[in-house]
């Protein structure tokens, strides 16, 4: 029988680079475990929309209005302004209001939203300024459709929607 003599020094070494990967390991599935259990115990915001009339927790959407890109559905408009529900299922096309103003509350999922060159990604909570002429555009990166509450001051009549790089 042939016995190769390996020097003590070696195999302490040895063992010990094995106990260092075992321990990795371990904290390593500790480390997600910890991960997983903070994300599952995390609340989803969202935001509504409440008047003195009602609160919109949950927005129906109409299977025409979940089949489009954009969908934008209006609440209300007075002489200064227009209020609307609008939900993002993929991207606007890049485009400028030359004569609204936009302000836009996300209320649900994820967007990115792009301001010429500049984009930002915004979520539940954050509100984003859009004064005229500005060219922009939202894209969702959620995993759903996103929504946002958006008032147009003076109120929005559709017209005033301009493709970038078009007069």
Request: hydrophobic share 40%; glycine share 6%; charged share 25%.
């Amino acid at each position: 029988m042939l016995q190769s003599k390996i020097p003590a020094t070696v195999l302490v070494e040895r063992i010990n680079n094995m106990v260092m990967g075992v321990r990795t390991l371990l904290y390593a599935a500790v480390n997600l475990s910890i991960l997983l259990l903070l994300v599952a115990c995390v609340e989803v915001k969202k935001g509504r929309v409440v008047s003195p009339h009602a609160t919109l927790a949950e927005i129906n959407w109409s299977e025409e209005e979940r089949a489009r890109k954009v969908a934008i559905r209006t609440l209300q408009a007075t002489k200064e302004a227009s209020f609307h529900l609008v939900r993002v299922g993929t991207a606007e096309e890049p485009h400028v209001h030359d004569g609204h103003d936009g302000t836009i509350f996300v209320l649900t999922g994820k967007f990115r939203v792009h301001f010429g060159d500049r984009s930002v990604i915004v979520g539940p909570g954050d509100v984003i300024e859009i004064p005229r002429g500005t060219p922009h555009w939202a894209e969702n990166i959620h995993s759903e459709a996103s929504e946002a509450y958006v008032i147009f001051t003076p109120p929005y009549d559709e017209k005033d929607w301009r493709p970038v790089g078009q007069p």
